[in-house]
């Protein structure tokens, strides 16, 4: 069964240091997410990616952060000077459809310690 | 600011009986709606869509829908070990599939 795969699945930086996080979506799909989710709390948006621009952000997608296809399957999440808050579980999702039928499939994750 | 909530503690029901999960959102637009299993340090799993009034069955699985009073549920039936996890609301509020997750219920089954 096609799945999306993240890389790392678990990554230790020291506050300050740039990371980038890897996805290799499904491959028919169209659409890709970044999402996060600190211990204990809820599943957060951060960003879609569409047509090879972003579709939309939420208000935790500042500047620190950014987003790329560099080639026809990675999709990358970069956060530059990392911080302490910044330490969570990043999960990539990727769709075939938009709106109203859309439906995610989440990779396994990759876990970001901030120290 | 769009929530989804879900406000029952930890359940506990015994192997084979029916869990009963809710979740209510506030935006009265919202058009589609999912249920995700969570298993501890795992990713979200797809396991129910709904986007109509009324219910909707997938084996042992059964997710309601009522867009009037903006509650969404969902039931298991005969439950296994194995079902027991976080059970994560999810409501797509603008079409765009940014959705907006609930903090999840976990459920235990005991054997």
């Known amino acids: 069964e096609p799945e999306v795969t993240q890389t790392p699945s678990h990554q230790v930086t020291q506050m300050g240091q740039e990371v980038i996080l890897r996805c290799v979506p499904i491959?028919?799909?169209?659409?890709f997410y970044w999402y996060r989710q600190i211990l204990g709390q809820k599943v957060e948006f951060l960003v879609s990616f569409y047509n090879n621009e972003i579709s939309e952000k939420s208000e935790i997608f500042d500047d620190q952060f950014s987003v790329e296809r560099p080639d026809g399957s990675n999709f990358t999440l970069k956060i530059r000077s990392t911080k302490l808050e910044d330490s969570a579980m990043y999960f990539c999702?990727?769709?075939?459809?938009?709106?109203?039928?859309?439906?995610?499939?989440f990779g396994e994750g990759s876990r970001l310690t901030v120290l | 600011q769009k929530e989804v909530e879900q406000n029952s503690g930890p359940l506990s029901v015994p192997e084979g009986a029916i869990a009963s999960l809710n979740c209510t959102y506030s935006d009265r637009v919202s058009q589609s709606f999912f249920w995700y299993r969570q298993y501890s340090g795992k990713s979200p799993e797809l396991i129910m869509s709904i986007y109509s009034n009324g219910d909707k069955e997938d084996g042992r699985f059964t997710a309601q829908l009522n867009k009037a009073s903006q509650y969404v549920s969902l039931l298991i039936r005969d439950s296994q070990p194995s079902d027991s996890a976080t059970y994560l609301c999810?409501?797509?509020?603008?079409?765009?599939?940014?959705?907006?997750f609930g903090k999840g219920n976990q459920v235990v089954v005991i054997p």
């Open positions: 999702a990727s769709s075939e459809w938009k709106g109203r039928t859309g439906e995610l499939f």
């Open positions: 999810a409501v797509n509020m603008d079409g765009n599939n940014r959705l907006a």
């Open positions: 491959s028919n799909h169209l659409y």
